[in-house]
C-alpha cells in the first residue's frame, strides 16, 4: 500500500464512512498495528471540518497480557472515566470510526471463562455505546488493516510479505479503492442496495422460509418490520456508510418467530477466537441446541453471555455473487465475511428495523417482538445451496434467493 493508496483510504472512511461535518468531534479507535493509517485518518478528519479528533488507542498484546495475569476479580473492571468520555462525545452527536487490524486467534490458549468475563464486563459498561450507535444517534463506521497474523491464515500458502500485499490488493479491490473514483463508485452502489431495501420493507413478508445447505429454517417478521441496506441517517439527517465494503440488506427478525435448524458456512472469529462448523435448532426463536465442531465452549460462552443471547436479532440477506464472494476468498472477518454471505446475528436487533423503533425504549422495542443483548454477533450461513422464499400474510410465496442469488 501505497502512501497515497492510504490517504484514499482514510478519505474513504472520513468522507463515505463516518462522513464527518464541520465542527464535529470524532472518536477513532485505533490498534497500535494500524498507527499510520490512523494517522492519515487524523488529517482527514480535520481536513473535513473535524474540531476535534480524539484518538483512542489500544494494543492486543497488553490485552493478552491482562487477561493471562490480571487477578481474576479485576477482569471486570472497566475505568468509568473512559465510560464517560466515550459515551458523553457520542451523546453531543460525535462520530466515531473503529480501525481494525485483526489478529486472528491472538487470545487462544486463554481460559475462555477469563476472556468471557472480559468482555462481558466491557460489553454491559459499554451498552449506552451501543444503544446510540444502533439508534443512530450520530454516524459511525469502521475499516480493517492487514496484520501479517491475518494474512497467514487467510493465504496461509504464501510468505508473510506475499501474503501482506495479496490481503492489501484484495482489500483495495472490495472497497473500490481499485476505482478511478471510490466516493462516487460507493454512492452508485448504495443506491442499487437502498431500493432492494425500500422493496422488501413495501412488501412486509410475514415470514421468510430458508432451504438448503444443512439449513432448515423457517423465521417470522415483525409488523413494521424495516429492510436497511446502504447509507444510514444520523439525529441530524447526515447519511453515512457503517461499512465498507456494503452488500447486505438487513431487518430484525421476530424474537419469538424462529424455528428449525441453521448450519454456519463460514468460521467466525469470537472474541479472538475461532469457532468453526456450527448447528444450531431454534423453537420459538430461542436456541435449543447448539454445537460447534471447533471452538464449542467459546459457542456455549456467547450463547449464555444473558438470556437473550440465545435469541435473533438480524437476518441479513447478501448474494454469493458479488465483488467479495467472487474473490473466493474466506477473510474469516466478520465485516468482509458478512458481506460475502447471508447471514444471522444472536443477540441484539437494531431498532432502525423498527418503524418508530429509534424512538421507543428497550422495552418498547420487546413489546414490538425485538430482541435485545448485551452481545450481537454475527454467523454466515450463505451457501450456492441456499433458497429462500418471502411468505406474504395470504400464504402466497415469493421466492427471493435461488442458489445463493437474488432470484
Ligand atoms: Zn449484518
Ligand atoms: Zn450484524
Not at 465475511?337 to 424512538?359: R, V
Not at 418498547?364 to 443483548?373: F, K, V
Amino acid at each position: 500500500m501505497t502512501a497515497e493508496q492510504l490517504r484514499k483510504y482514510a478519505e474513504l472512511a472520513v468522507r463515505q464512512g463516518i462522513n464527518v461535518q464541520p465542527g464535529q468531534k470524532v472518536i477513532v479507535r485505533a490498534p497500535v498495528e494500524a498507527a499510520a493509517f490512523a494517522r492519515e485518518v487524523v488529517k482527514q478528519a480535520y481536513a473535513a471540518g473535524a474540531n476535534h479528533v480524539w484518538v483512542d488507542w489500544s494494543d492486543e498484546d497488553t490485552l493478552r497480557t491482562r487477561l493471562e495475569l490480571a487477578p481474576e476479580e479485576t477482569l471486570e473492571l472497566v475505568p468509568e472515566g473512559y465510560v464517560r468520555d466515550f459515551v458523553g462525545t457520542l451523546e453531543e452527536g460525535g462520530a466515531m470510526l473503529g480501525i481494525y487490524a485483526p489478529k486472528p486467534g491472538h487470545l487462544s490458549g486463554l481460559d475462555a471463562a477469563r476472556i468471557g468475563k472480559y468482555y462481558q464486563a466491557l460489553g454491559k459498561a459499554m451498552r449506552r455505546q451501543r444503544d446510540l450507535q444502533q439508534a443512530s444517534k450520530s454516524s459511525w463506521s469502521m475499516v480493517m488493516i492487514p496484520t501479517p497474523e491475518w494474512a497467514a491464515i487467510v493465504f496461509p500458502e504464501l510468505s508473510p510479505e506475499a501474503g501482506m500485499t495479496k490481503l492489501w490488493d484484495s482489500i483495495r479491490y472490495i472497497t473500490g479503492l481499485d476505482q478511478e473514483d471510490p466516493i462516487a463508485y460507493w454512492q452508485q452502489k448504495v443506491e442499487q442496495i437502498e431500493s432492494r431495501a425500500k422493496w422488501l420493507t413495501d412488501e412486509q413478508f410475514l415470514r421468510l422460509h430458508y432451504s438448503g445447505g444443512g439449513t432448515e429454517l423457517s423465521l417470522e417478521l415483525p409488523r413494521g418490520h424495516i429492510w436497511v441496506g446502504g447509507r444510514l441517517t444520523d439525529e441530524k439527517g447526515t447519511k453515512y456508510l457503517p461499512n465498507i465494503p456494503t452488500e447486505e440488506v438487513f431487518s430484525a427478525p421476530l424474537r419469538t418467530g424462529v424455528n428449525g435448524v441453521v448450519k454456519s458456512t463460514f468460521p467466525l472469529e469470537y472474541s479472538g477466537q475461532l469457532i468453526e462448523g456450527i448447528t444450531i435448532k431454534f423453537q420459538d426463536g430461542r436456541i435449543v441446541e447448539a454445537s460447534a465442531e471447533k471452538g464449542d465452549a467459546v459457542l456455549q460462552e456467547m450463547i449464555s453471555a444473558d438470556d437473550s443471547a440465545q435469541f435473533l436479532g438480524e437476518v441479513a440477506l447478501v448474494p454469493q455473487d458479488s465483488p467479495i464472494s467472487n474473490l473466493n476468498i474466506v477473510f474469516r472477518n466478520t465485516l468482509f465475511d458478512e458481506n460475502a454471505s447471508c447471514h444471522f446475528a444472536l443477540g441484539s436487533a437494531y431498532p432502525l428495523n423498527l418503524k418508530g423503533g429509534q424512538e421507543m425504549t428497550r422495552e418498547q422495542l420487546a413489546e414490538h417482538g425485538l430482541n435485545t443483548s448485551i452481545i450481537h454477533v454475527d454467523f454466515m450461513i450463505g451457501s450456492a445451496e441456499l433458497d429462500i422464499d418471502g411468505e406474504r400474510e395470504d400464504g402466497t410465496r415469493v421466492p427471493l434467493f435461488r442458489n445463493g442469488n437474488w432470484a
